[in-house]
């Protein structure tokens, strides 16, 4: 059975409510004027550590095994919320970087989906960006539809390809099923639950 993300459900609804807010306010922000503010950025990055460190710590403290070096107690855990906060910003930001390099994306984005990979580290910070170009892809094609059909009226302009909006509903709608069985939105398995019973009673 894989150990659990969060120490208990209160913690783990507050990491996702502080994510999800502090991007629909990056959404926002970038709608209203194309940019996402670098004291943003830098804030979610440094809440994202602080929040994987208590995380990785309390964890440890209650005997659960890291998800990266399987170690327990507080030491451990705050190196394992340390090194998730450090892959997932690399992985990051990393991905946005070659993004930037091909144009397709401005320097904020960059920035946000770097601070985003702290928060949740490389895997899961891969499914968002997947879901993020899913949504992207789809809005683009709709808007080159409705542009063609409505080719005589409409001037055609250089098109920016904005991010944070697709990255904040992917974020509260991935998560939402990443963490369903940590934030008690849903039972684990039987098989999962049992194995739990039996290492417990060991």
């Known amino acids: 059975m894989k150990p659990p993300f969060f120490p208990d459900p209160a913690f783990g609804w507050t990491f996702y409510l502080v994510l999800v807010g502090i991007t629909m306010v990056a959404a926002w922000i970038d709608w209203k004027k194309m940019i996402v503010p670098k004291v943003l950025a830098l804030t979610m990055l440094g809440t994202g550590i602080v929040f994987n460190l208590v995380r990785g710590a309390w964890l440890g403290a209650n005997g659960e095994p890291g998800h990266y070096f399987g170690q327990t107690g507080i030491f451990w855990g705050l190196f394992e919320g340390f090194c ?119």
């Open 84 to 202: 998730f906060s450090v892959a997932g910003f690399a992985v990051g930001f990393g991905l946005f970087f070659g993004l930037w390099v091909l144009k397709t994306c401005g320097g904020g984005d960059v920035k946000l989906f770097g601070a985003m990979g702290a928060w949740l580290g490389p895997l899961w910070t891969i499914y968002i960006l997947i879901g993020t170009w899913l949504v992207v892809t789809f809005c683009y094609a709709g808007f080159n539809s409705v542009r063609h059909f409505f080719k005589h009226g409409l001037k055609r302009q250089k098109q920016k390809v904005a991010y944070s909006f697709p990255v904040a509903v992917c974020t509260a709608i991935i998560l939402l099923w990443v963490f369903r069985f940590d934030l008690h939105l849903a039972e684990r398995p039987v098989k999962e639950t049992r194995t739990a019973q039996i290492n417990t009673s060991r």
